[in-house]
């Protein structure tokens, strides 16, 4: 695809269920981002994968949140017992090793989690 | 800390006129990059325009520009001839360059744009 695919675009959820959402990165990027973004607020770093590096988790709220990249492409967010706070939208980003601060991130249309 | 304010959260401009976005930093370091994001009513978030520090020279992209006052540490956003498509909420964003391997974006909290027919 031409753009940063996250799916699925809604999810409704009950307390306590485990959720897992997924970001398809553009082609080639080797950076991938997962942010949340709660209403009205701005973007809150989660996690960053870059190529084989350590990940940087540094930015996940709990240990109920986790991330995983496959083979370098694909990426699932994991939230375990979800619980209310964690409703929000959640969105990934990706970009070119090396270029992330020539030319930006480039973001998906973001996955509406609700925790009912 | 490194953080990004954005003083306004609401701004509303007729169709056709000009607004100016305002933005300021806080930082230690001395090479960066600004960029300026828009989050329409769909989610999408949209790369607007970006400055890198070294430059002196304001961006532009067609009706949108920067004030880049590397000094006062202000990164304002011009838009032209607001259009209807205009309206959405814009983000101001941070990412310095010596970030190691983490090039990880700091945010400001957003305007919310409402371009009025």
């Known amino acids: 695809g031409a753009g940063v695919s996250q799916s699925p675009s809604n999810k409704v959820t009950e307390k306590g269920k485990d959720v897992e959402l997924r970001c398809d990165p553009i082609s080639g990027h080797t950076a991938l981002y997962w942010y949340r973004q709660s209403l009205g607020q701005g973007l809150e770093f989660l996690i960053y994968f870059q190529g084989n590096s350590a990940p940087d988790k540094s930015g996940l709220p709990s240990d109920r949140f986790s991330a995983e990249r496959t083979g370098g492409s694909v990426s699932t967010l994991t939230i375990q017992r979800t619980q209310q706070e964690d409703s929000a939208v959640y969105l990934c980003?990706?970009?070119?090793?090396?270029?992330?601060?020539?030319?930006?991130?480039?973001f998906g249309p973001g996955t509406r989690l609700t925790v009912l | 800390a490194q953080t990004v304010t954005q003083s306004q959260p609401e701004m509303s401009v007729q169709e056709a006129e000009t607004v100016t976005l305002s933005c300021t930093y806080d930082t230690s370091e001395s090479n960066y990059y600004l960029f300026w994001y828009k989050q329409p009513p769909s989610r999408q978030m949209i790369l607007v325009i970006r400055?890198?520090?070294?430059k002196q020279q304001n961006a532009t992209e067609n009706r949108f520009s920067v004030n880049f006052q590397k000094a006062a540490k202000s990164f304002s956003l011009k838009i032209s001839d607001s259009q209807l498509g205009d309206t959405a909420m814009y983000f101001c964003a941070f990412m310095p360059v010596n970030a190691g391997n983490n090039r990880k974006l700091i945010w400001g909290l957003g305007t919310s744009l409402a371009v009025n027919p």
């Open positions: 400055q890198e520090a070294y």
């Open positions: 980003a990706s970009s070119s090793s090396g270029t992330s601060g020539r030319f930006g991130q480039f």
